[in-house]
């Protein structure tokens, strides 16, 4: 595997025969998961390669930064160039890499996902895209069979949370200010 690295980026290709392809999310999502089974050190190097080339503010890319390119059937839509799909199974090898990172993506989720809740269960998507919750109850359920001895890595800053929250609630603002100046009594006009 090391003689075949994408020379772009460092990682595993996406595809190597017949012709290589560079790296891509949807595969790395899955190498970095599964690669810390098979070898450790090289798994710690690899996740942080991936992480640094595509972990965007809010979700993954699934070209490496500074690349585009487009969506197919491994990525799904991609939207500003992020992989929904790369982003939910980047939770599960954040976990096994004991990166905070996944902790993150799984608020980002709850916050933008749709999400429905029943009595018993919770689907995103507005419960339209059953493999995307199989992947997400995948992700949130991965634990590293071995290598479990890697040392948790740097969280980010609690700052990623500012753009969501003033998407949020600026135009909530807005409205709210601009429906008290409308009911505002206006100064009454003297009588002549």
Not at 32 to 41: G, K, M, S, T, Y
Not at 82 to 108: C, F, K, N, Q, Y
Not at 160 to 180: N, T
């Amino acid at each position: 595997m090391k003689t075949k690295l994408d020379p772009a980026t460092g990682l595993l290709p996406h595809q190597v025969e017949p012709e290589s392809v560079g790296a891509r999310a949807t595969s790395q999502s899955m190498i970095q998961r599964f690669l810390v089974e098979i070898d450790p050190a090289f798994a710690r190097a690899q996740y942080e390669i991936f992480r640094d080339k595509f972990v965007a503010g809010f979700g993954v890319r699934e070209y490496p930064k500074g690349v585009g390119g487009p969506g197919d059937v491994d990525s799904g839509p991609l939207i500003l160039g992020i992989s929904l799909s790369a982003t939910v199974v980047t939770m599960g090898a954040a976990r096994v890499a004991h990166d905070p990172l996944a902790d993150r993506l799984a608020r980002e989720g709850d916050l933008l996902g749709l999400p429905i809740s029943g009595l018993k269960t919770k689907r995103y998507a507005l419960g339209q895209v059953p493999i995307g919750d199989a992947f997400l109850a995948w992700s949130l359920s991965a634990r590293p069979l071995v290598g479990s001895d890697q040392p948790e890595l740097k969280g980010n800053s609690g700052w990623w949370r500012a753009p969501w929250l003033l998407l949020i609630w600026l135009p909530a603002l807005i409205l709210w200010l601009a429906a008290g100046f409308r009911g505002r009594p206006r100064g009454r006009r003297r009588a002549r």
